[in-house]
C-alpha cells in the first residue's frame, strides 16, 4: 500500500513538472519569436523608424504602435509571417500621415504624399487697358440708330504680364449709343459709341468701355471727346489715316486721343467705313475664369 502511495506521488510530481517544463519552453519560444521579429522590422530599411511593438502567444503574433508609412506596415506584417513559428499575424499598426495616425484600415500606397493642388486663379483684365478692334459694318451719324448693336473683333491681342488674356480675332459687340443726322442748314450731327460685351472660350461677358463721340456742326467744324471711366484714350484708327477700309491699323495706335471723327460726305455727315479700328478704354475690370473651368 505504502509503495502504492508512493508510485501515485512520483507520477503526478513528474507530470507537474513535465507541464511546468513545457510552459517554460513555450513561453520562451513565444519570446524568441517576438524579439526575432522585432529585431528584424528595426534593422529593415522599409520599416526602420517606426514605433512597432511585436508580441507572440502559442504562435499568434501581434504587432502594435505606429508605421511610419503604408509600406512600412506592410513590410513589418511580411517580416512577422515568414518567421519561423508564426501561425497568424494580428496587425493593430496605424499609419502616421500628416502629423496624424490613420488607423482602422491600410492606407493607399503613395497617398500620404499626394501632393496639393492649388486651383488656377481667374484672369482679371485691368481698368484702362486699351481695345483696338476693326468693325465690321459700316457706322454713320445718318444712317445708324441710337440703341443699335454693331459687331467687331479684336484687332490686336490683350496680355495681363506674360498671360496671354484675349486672342486677336476675338469677338466684341458694341452699342451705337448716339446718332444724330447733321441738317442741311441747321443742327449737328452726332455719332457716340461703345463696347457692350466680349466673347471667350464660347462665353459672353459684359464689358463697360469709354464712349467714343464725335459732333459736327457750322461748316465742317468737328469736336470729339472720350466719355465715361475718366480716360481720354480712343481713337479712331483706320479710315481717318487717308486710306479708306483698314488703313492704318496700328500705325496711330493712341494717336489723337479721344477721336472718333471719320470720313465726312457730301452733307457732312460721320462716317465710319466697314473694317475701319477703333481703340476703347475698359472703364472697369473685366474678370475670366480660368481656361478649362466650367462656366
Known amino acids: 500500500m505504502r509503495n502504492r502511495l508512493i508510485e501515485i506521488s512520483f507520477t503526478a510530481l513528474a507530470s507537474f513538472s513535465l507541464c511546468l517544463f513545457a510552459g517554460c519552453s513555450h513561453s520562451s519560444t513565444d519570446d524568441a519569436i517576438a524579439k526575432d521579429i522585432q529585431d528584424k522590422v528595426a534593422a529593415d530599411p522599409e520599416a526602420q523608424g517606426s514605433q512597432i511593438k511585436v508580441a507572440a502567444r502559442d504562435g499568434k503574433v501581434t504587432l502594435t504602435g505606429t508605421a511610419k508609412s503604408a509600406a512600412a506596415r506592410q513590410k513589418a506584417e511580411q517580416i512577422a509571417s515568414a518567421e519561423v513559428g508564426t501561425k497568424t499575424v494580428d496587425d493593430q499598426t496605424v499609419v502616421q500621415t ?42 454713320s451719324s445718318k444712317d445708324s440708330k441710337a440703341g443699335q448693336a454693331f459687331i467687331g473683333t479684336l484687332a490686336q491681342p490683350v496680355s495681363v ?21 447733321k441738317g442741311k442748314i441747321k443742327g449737328e450731327g452726332e455719332l457716340a459709341l461703345a463696347l457692350a460685351s466680349i466673347s471667350v472660350n464660347g462665353q459672353t461677358y459684359r464689358i463697360h468701355t469709354n464712349v467714343l463721340s464725335s459732333t459736327v ?12 471711366g475718366g480716360a481720354a484714350g480712343g481713337a479712331l484708327i483706320g479710315g481717318i489715316a487717308g486710306g479708306g477700309k483698314g488703313a492704318g491699323i496700328g500705325a496711330l495706335a493712341g494717336a489723337g486721343a479721344g477721336l472718333i471723327g471719320g470720313m465726312f460726305t457730301g452733307n457732312k455727315q460721320i462716317e465710319i467705313p466697314a473694317e475701319s479700328a477703333l481703340s476703347f478704354t475698359l472703364a472697369q475690370p473685366l474678370t475670366l475664369p480660368p481656361a478649362g473651368s466650367a462656366q
Open 98 to 139: 500628416d502629423g496624424a495616425a490613420t488607423a482602422g484600415m491600410p492606407a493607399t500606397p503613395g497617398s500620404e504624399q499626394a501632393p496639393v493642388t492649388t486651383p488656377p486663379e481667374p484672369t482679371v483684365i485691368p481698368a484702362g487697358t486699351e481695345l483696338t478692334i476693326v468693325t465690321g459694318q459700316a457706322l
Open 217 to 228: 456742326k457750322g461748316k465742317g467744324k468737328r469736336t470729339a471727346v472720350a466719355t465715361g
Open 161 to 181: 504680364g506674360p498671360n496671354l488674356a484675349l486672342r486677336k480675332g476675338t469677338t466684341v459687340k458694341g452699342t451705337v449709343v448716339t446718332a444724330k443726322t
